[in-house]
């Protein structure tokens, strides 16, 4: 059975989704601040943390940069609703999607199957994969390692960057729509409202260089989605 972390101030609210969670079939164990919540993270086998923004003493944040420092167990925040800074935060700071509170719990279900469904396709792909690495102008991308580098220099990049980044690379001198890119990383469907892809995308851009006065992989096609540009004299490789 698979086991949740939950942590999060509210008490009733924990009971709420543990008995909903439960009752999907998930294992939940709650805690009620940052602290104990990161040292649970850190001790035990979960395979996903659902984290408060909000928290007494360490704040959700933190405790996420902590995970992030050691770990890439997903991590689903909850955020205020309205406060897009702080789904903008998270995503900076590596978390894998976010749910505004107050939130129906059969919306927090889907997110955390799909969380998870993309987790596990991504480590089953790597897995049963031949080698294929890609390859556009300075960019290399293992698949089966999952690893990046660039320049020869490798980049760390969260499951859902690096997910990101491999749908652009091969897809190289074409443009990706936000749709395609929820649909295949998020796995859900697009909405003009949310910008998770575009937080994503942009995290993915400045850990590959793409900052002022260094050339762009990643150009924006202002309502459509995105482009991995290929160099005048490169193409995409695999090998």
């Given at each position: 059975m698979d086991r949740i972390l939950v942590i999060d101030d509210d008490v009733e609210l924990c009971g709420l989704v543990g008995e909903?969670?439960?009752?999907?079939?998930f294992r939940v164990h709650s805690v009620?601040?940052?602290e104990r919540g990161l040292e649970r993270a850190n001790q035990d086998n979960y395979v996903l943390i659902v984290l408060d923004v909000m928290l007494p003493g360490m704040n959700g944040f933190e405790v996420l940069r902590r995970i992030r420092s050691t770990s890439r167990i997903p991590v689903l925040l909850l955020t205020a609703r309205g406060?897009?800074?702080d789904r903008i935060v998270g995503l900076e700071i590596g978390a894998d999607d976010y749910l505004p509170k107050p939130f129906?719990?059969?919306e927090l279900v889907a997110r955390i199957r799909a969380v998870l469904r993309r987790t596990r396709e991504s480590k089953t792909a790597a897995a049963d994969a031949l080698p294929d690495i890609l390859r556009v102008g300075d960019i290399e991308l293992d698949p089966a390692t999952r690893t990046v580098r660039r320049g020869g220099k490798p980049v760390d990049l969260t499951s859902v960057e690096f997910g990101l980044l491999e749908a652009l690379l091969r897809e190289a001198g074409r443009v990706v729509t936000r749709e395609r890119l929820a649909a295949s990383v998020l796995s859900r469907k697009f909405s003009p409202f949310d910008r998770s892809i575009d937080m994503h995308v942009s995290k993915v851009r400045r850990k590959i260089g793409d900052t002022e006065g260094e050339p762009e992989h990643i150009?924006?096609?202002r309502?459509?989605?995105y482009i991995f540009t290929l160099p005048r004299t490169a193409k995409t490789t695999t090998s």
């Amino acid at each position: 059975m698979d086991r949740i972390l939950v942590i999060d101030d509210d008490v009733e609210l924990c009971g709420l989704v543990g008995e909903y969670l439960e009752s999907e079939g998930f294992r939940v164990h709650s805690v009620y601040d940052g602290e104990r919540g990161l040292e649970r993270a850190n001790q035990d086998n979960y395979v996903l943390i659902v984290l408060d923004v909000m928290l007494p003493g360490m704040n959700g944040f933190e405790v996420l940069r902590r995970i992030r420092s050691t770990s890439r167990i997903p991590v689903l925040l909850l955020t205020a609703r309205g406060e897009e800074v702080d789904r903008i935060v998270g995503l900076e700071i590596g978390a894998d999607d976010y749910l505004p509170k107050p939130f129906n719990p059969r919306e927090l279900v889907a997110r955390i199957r799909a969380v998870l469904r993309r987790t596990r396709e991504s480590k089953t792909a790597a897995a049963d994969a031949l080698p294929d690495i890609l390859r556009v102008g300075d960019i290399e991308l293992d698949p089966a390692t999952r690893t990046v580098r660039r320049g020869g220099k490798p980049v760390d990049l969260t499951s859902v960057e690096f997910g990101l980044l491999e749908a652009l690379l091969r897809e190289a001198g074409r443009v990706v729509t936000r749709e395609r890119l929820a649909a295949s990383v998020l796995s859900r469907k697009f909405s003009p409202f949310d910008r998770s892809i575009d937080m994503h995308v942009s995290k993915v851009r400045r850990k590959i260089g793409d900052t002022e006065g260094e050339p762009e992989h990643i150009k924006t096609v202002r309502g459509v989605g995105y482009i991995f540009t290929l160099p005048r004299t490169a193409k995409t490789t695999t090998s």
